[in-house]
């Protein structure tokens, strides 16, 4: 199974992360675990440090910005190629 965490306190931004990774994994149909990051103490001990964020597998995708759909159509069809599901 696909890890995905999307870390962000919860603003306008982190919530549009939230819902483009929701669409891609519907898109792709793939089985997912998504956690929500929003606490700022796990958010620097993880080493994030601008939100949106997007971890995958453990693996940081994305910073500071909002990924486009299809960017994360792409993470997680490479996730699931290597394996990880």
């Known amino acids: 199974m696909i ?10 931004k982190c919530r ?5 990774v929701q669409k ?7 089985q997912v675990a998504v956690r929500h990051v929003r606490d700022p103490k796990e958010m620097a001990a ?5 939100t949106p964020a997007v971890r995958i597998n ?3 995708k994305c910073t500071g910005r909002v990924p486009e759909v299809a960017e994360v ?3 997680l069809t490479t ?3 290597d394996g990880s599901v």
């Open 58 to 60: 453990g693996e940081l």
């Open 79 to 81: 996730a699931a190629a």
């Open 3 to 12: 890890t995905i965490e999307v870390f962000g306190p919860g603003c306008a």
């Open 73 to 75: 159509t792409t993470w």
């Open 46 to 50: 993880q080493r994030v440090l601008f």
């Open 16 to 20: 549009a992360t939230e819902d483009v």
């Open 24 to 30: 891609a994994v519907q898109m792709l149909g793939v």
